[in-house]
């Protein structure tokens, strides 16, 4: 760090004889709630560099237990440093939401000093130079995590008061700026997608001379997936891939397998369409080699004379109105309402020209979109530059 602070005036602190306050949140158990009072802050509601508000899913203590506990009280203007990723070591300043609040265990509170500004820290949390100091300092196998006690040997740049208050000025300004290209980005990712799913829509909604109405049944051979025993499974690619539901699709093929299974329960093949038959129902993808489905999926394999891609996009069109049956802990769909569900085709030459042109306009969007996310990174990557300067003394 003293290498590159090169701006005189400025001098190095460790982050914790830089705060009045340094402490970690309390440990609040669930027999400790309530349905309302104090509010308990988490790590949840801890972004990178803002505070994620999450108010429907807010937690709360009663004063008697905030008494009981002898917790400590959070205020606004006061920083949370989450220690746990990701980011380990991410924060945000409390807001003044008009309401009395403590935090968890796995968030430490800063109330700075009057020679730091809590504006000034938070920025310089968010700077590289900050972030892999801290990782140096993590600890934990399984789930990085840093202790307050090695989060206080951070070292902090900390420039005269004048100086911070002109730097915050200055980053304020360019990340507002920033933060605006950024929405107007996304706000033309989603028109993007939009378009596509409207020319979808337009395709099978409107339909065509020679169309018919059958059931997938009457097209597809639809299979249930079946989770073989834990006892079955390894990770050295001996059987089957084995997948078990959304969480391992991609954008259109299903992902590289962690998971085989030497006990093969229900097959799908290469080609096969499968969809997410639980939490959630109706996402789709396609299988790209032989493999073993459990619980959470079911393949859908087109018969003669129908084209899969035109299966897949009609599915994907129809996705956001499956719902299934409603469950105590996730909705799903079986085999026998899938087998149900209506299909609107045209002869297999006009599927294969629909695909055709769908595909087409597939690739364009995806080529768009692919630019609108570099942009997005470029400017990720701006904001990294301007925090570097910042703390190197070139902003004043």
Known sequence: MEQKLMKKGWKIELLKNSCKVFDDGNWIESKDQSPSGIRLVQTGNIGFGFFKDKEDKSRFISEETFVRLKCTEILPGDLLVSRLPDPVGKSCIIPDLKIKMITGVDCTIIRTKDFLKPEFLRYFQMSNSYLKDVDARVTGTTRSRISRKNLGLVEIPIPPLEEQKTIVAKLDQAFAAIDQAKANIEKNIANAKELFQSKLNQIFSEKGEGW?????????????????????????????????????????????????????????????????????????????????????????????????????????????????????????????????????????????????????????????????????????????????????????
């Open 212 to 396: 018919v109405e059958k059931k997938i049944k009457d097209v597809a051979l639809v299979t249930a997936g079946q989770s073989p025993e834990g006892k079955y499974y390894n990770d050295k690619g001996i059987g089957l891939p084995f997948y078990q539901g959304k969480k391992e699709f991609t954008e259109k093929l299903i992902g590289e397998p962690k998971v085989w299974t030497e006990k093969i329960t229900k097959e799908a093949l290469e080609g096969d369409v499968l969809m997410s038959v639980r939490a959630p129902v109706g996402p789709i993808n396609f299988a790209t080699q032989k493999c073993c489905i459990g619980r959470g999926l079911a393949s859908i394999r087109v018969k003669e004379n129908f084209d899969k891609d035109f299966l897949f996009f009609y599915f994907k069109n129809i996705e956001n109105q499956l719902t299934g049956n409603s469950g105590a802990v996730f909705n799903s769909i079986n085999k026998n309402q899938i087998e149900q569900i209506q299909i609107f085709y045209p002869n297999i030459i006009e599927q294969r020209n629909i695909v055709s042109r769908l595909v087409n306009l597939q690739e364009q969007t995806n080529l768009l979109v692919t630019k609108y996310q570099q942009k997005l990174k470029n400017l990720d990557e701006l904001k990294k530059s301007i925090l570097e300067k910042a703390f190197k003394g070139e902003l004043v």
